[in-house]
């Protein structure tokens, strides 16, 4: 089977993730119930005249997705395929904000033209000249790993060569306003570093942006290879360890064997039970690493986690504010994430160094 | 008729995200599109509806927003001569 390479990551989130030359170095922690991205020069990026109509979600993955085609040395790609669980939503709100406020009269263009879900994917085919497959995948907390999906198949079946793949998903007032209603977010700020010793509902929302150049060929650049994905929307904790051993089965390893897991535990006690469950369980001796106090959660924050266990595979290291237990691992070889959100839309990523 | 024209330019500042540009940097009779601000088909519509919501004045043929955004000057000329009409 043809092998799929991770040749280059782009990031922007609510770390100093956007240079690629740092790998956490520098962890910035926060004391709050949302956390918004550390937003790099945009200007340094984008002109003027295109940055005054992107919303923030579409400047996140411009940056992004340019740092990680600069990385991997293309000045153009086959595809372009991103995953978003709200889409350009602060531009949907203002515009229907704009329809009440002016009792359906005077609607402007801008706001509708970015509503959509697929304005990201079409900003950047538009910003590098791509007029290949572009396709935006909307599945809540498993749209990154779909857009991963489709663009492992399309690289197997030589479809394609080069493909940008991201995951993007911005922060917004209205959005943070229901979901606290409803208790997803946090009533209390947490302390970031003690995130999974809250012992509190909800979860600590944040944003981000993550892209990546997923390719046929490896190069010097390559950071691993993308062995495997699989997602499931619903899944019990009664089948999950079982799911999760088949699921490395079919890639030839065992529970044991797998290097280092990666969870999406995100603090909320409702339903952090479910890593608990593999890292009590069939992962008890196995070195495990999380990243949501670093990142916080919504529905493409595994796109963080890929970006983490890229970077692992590749520096060799895993940086002290991920690790998860005391087992340590000295050479990476294979990478496991797994996340889920609210017991929903399960996710199993296999990585591999090459 | 200053005071409009200031109003204008910090009117499409504002509706159009000019994050760079200040009411300084546009001149009464410079080109707002092509050569000048380098506004395009997207902000042409945004000033018609600007008008209408602002100044409550419709534009009957849009052809005619070719001359009547030429700059901030001819804005100012035409909805000076439509409130006194």
């Known amino acids: ?354 | 008729m200053t005071d409009l024209k200031l109003e204008l330019k910090e009117k499409i500042i504002e509706q159009l995200n000019l994050e760079d540009v200040s009411v300084d940097d546009i001149g009464d009779s410079d080109p707002l599109f092509g050569e000048g601000l380098g506004l395009d088909s997207i902000d042409a519509l945004e000033l018609i509806v600007m008008l209408d919501k602002d100044y409550g004045i419709k534009l009957a043929d849009p052809k005619e927003g070719r001359q009547i955004f030429e700059s901030v000057e001819t804005m100012a000329t035409y909805i000076t001569q439509q409130k006194g009409a």
Request: with cysteine.
């Open chain 1, 1 to 354: 089977m043809k092998a799929v390479y991770i040749n280059s990551v782009g990031s922007v989130s609510a770390q100093k993730t956007f240079n690629n030359e740092d790998f956490l170095e520098e962890i910035v922690t926060y004391n709050d119930t949302t956390i918004r991205v550390i937003e790099p020069d945009y200007k340094a990026y984008i002109t003027p005249a295109a940055a005054r109509r992107m919303a923030k979600g579409i400047k996140m993955s411009t940056v992004s997705a340019k740092t990680a085609m600069e990385e991997a040395g293309v000045e153009n790609i086959d595809a372009i395929i991103v995953g978003t669980g709200l889409g350009c939503i602060g531009d949907s709100e203002k515009f229907v904000s704009a329809i009440i406020d002016n009792k359906e009269q005077f609607l402007t263009p801008t706001r509708f033209i970015q509503s959509s879900h697929n304005t990201v994917s079409g900003q950047i085919a538009l910003g590098v000249g791509c007029k290949g497959y572009n396709f935006t995948y909307v599945h809540s907390a498993i749209s990154f790993e779909s857009s991963l999906l489709d663009a492992l198949m399309q690289i197997r079946n030589k479809e394609a060569t080069n493909i940008l793949v991201g995951g993007v998903d911005e922060l917004v007032d209205h959005h943070v306003d229901t979901h606290r209603l409803i208790d997803h977010i946090k009533h209390k700020p947490v302390d970031s570093s003690q995130l999974l010793q809250s012992n509190s509902k909800g979860c600590v929302m944040a944003e981000g942006a993550h892209f990546f150049v997923l390719s046929g060929q490896k190069q010097s650049s390559t950071y691993g290879e993308l062995v495997a994905i699989t997602t499931y929307n619903t899944l019990s904790k009664s089948v999950l360890s079982e799911k999760v051993s088949q699921f490395l089965g079919q890639n030839g390893l065992t529970p044991e064997e797998l290097d280092l897991a990666i969870f999406g535990n995100n603090g909320d006690i409702d339903f952090d039970s479910y890593y608990e469950l593999l890292g009590k369980g069939i992962f008890k001796n196995t070195p495990q690493a999380y990243y949501k106090h670093l990142s916080g959660e919504f529905d493409t924050a595994s796109g963080f986690g890929f970006w983490l266990a890229a970077k692992i595979l590749k520096s060799q290291t895993v940086p002290t504010a991920v690790k998860l237990n005391q087992l340590e691992v000295s050479r990476p070889k294979t990478i496991l994430l797994y996340n889920q959100y609210r017991g929903e839309n399960h996710s199993l990523v296999l990585l591999r160094r090459c």
